[in-house]
């Protein structure tokens, strides 16, 4: 898209600074206007930290604006936060060019109706989780409720034991990539 006068690059990036990407853009902006807005709408977000850091996100105003749901999208958990409420992540050192993004709708109900997806199972053991799949299961990430990442792995079979030591009831999401390019990410409540 072409830019105009209301848009401004990001200059001097420090360590505990974010900005929008701007696509088929170079740089990274400060200030944009999007004029082809659309419920569709994703606006990806360039977060650097130089050490683990809580994150705080909050839209504190809308001007000119309709929709009444803007939401931060964590894409390492596929949870959504509700920006006109304060939202705090916890996240490691790094520099992120696709973990998050700025959403207009809000896909928790599509996650709900993953979770009742019988392509996985999940065991809860009370000591480790086993997961069971009619397809090869080739990667699963675990991460708790502040998007921290309690488990990667890589994995070629339909089964696989993960141990996982967690308080009780403590609440994970489970994220399964299947052999066939499909994402399941479950919720579930540890015994």
């Known amino acids: ?10 200059y001097d990036f420090r360590p505990t600074d974010f900005s929008v990407i701007v696509e088929n853009q170079t740089s990274d902006y400060v200030i944009t206007g999007e004029p082809n807005y659309n419920e569709d709408l994703e606006i990806p977000l360039h977060v650097k930290l130089d050490q683990q850091r809580e994150l705080s996100f909050k839209v504190d105003a809308l001007e000119n604006f309709t929709p009444n749901n803007v939401y931060l999208k964590d894409n390492n958990t596929g949870m959504y936060y509700n920006l006109g409420n304060p939202v705090a992540i916890n996240v490691e050192a790094g520099d992120y060019h696709d973990r998050f993004s700025i959403t207009f709708t809000n896909s928790i109900a599509a996650i709900n109706d993953i979770t009742k997806d ?5 065991i809860d053991n009370i000591d480790y989780l086993t997961l069971n799949s009619n397809l090869t299961i080739k990667q699963i990430s675990i991460y708790n409720t502040l998007g921290q990442e309690l488990v990667n792995k890589s994995n070629n079979s339909s089964q696989i034991n993960l141990a996982v030591k967690l308080a009780k009831n403590s609440v994970i999401f489970v994220k399964v990539k299947l052999e066939n390019g499909q994402v399941i990410t479950k919720k579930m409540v540890k015994k």
């Open 118 to 122: 019988n392509d996985v199972t999940i």
């Open 1 to 10: 898209r072409e830019l105009d006068n209301h848009d401004a690059p990001m």
